[in-house]
């Protein structure tokens, strides 16, 4: 079981950044791959960003790629993604996801075990 708490969301003006983090309970935290989604009000949760168990793959979506970096800290427990560049349409509430116990990073949200509460992010113009 993993537990994921997000947090370092809030309110900022176009063009500038936040960070996101997703700490996770558990002493098995480096066999998870992890993700991050997102959903709008009235809109499907979409994807942004996948990291592999060691952190050495990642992959974005093409909304964010080139603005958005996944990051992870094995020994802290910690999800990290940094937001630059923030757009309007990056308004949404944002969720860190466990993929099973040693499944490799993925970009559907139905493949994920564990979720976040949510974290809001709005960007206004």
């Known amino acids: 079981q993993v537990q994921l708490v997000e947090s370092g969301g809030g309110l900022v003006q176009a063009g500038g950044s936040l960070r996101l983090s997703c700490a996770a309970s558990g002493r098995t935290f480096s066999s998870y791959a992890m993700g991050w989604f997102r959903q709008a009000p009235g809109k499907e949760r979409e994807f942004v960003a996948t990291i592999s168990m060691s952190g050495g793959r990642t992959y974005y979506a093409d909304s964010v790629k080139g603005r958005f970096t996944i990051s992870r800290d094995n020994a802290k427990n910690t999800v990290y993604l940094q937001m630059n560049s923030l757009k309007p349409e990056d308004t949404a509430v944002y969720y860190c996801?466990?993929?099973?116990?040693?499944?490799?990073?993925?970009?559907?949200?139905?493949?994920?075990?564990?979720w976040g509460q949510g974290t809001q992010v709005t960007v206004s113009s």
């Open positions: 996801a466990a993929r099973p116990i040693y499944y490799s990073e993925s970009s559907q949200p139905n493949e994920y075990a564990y």
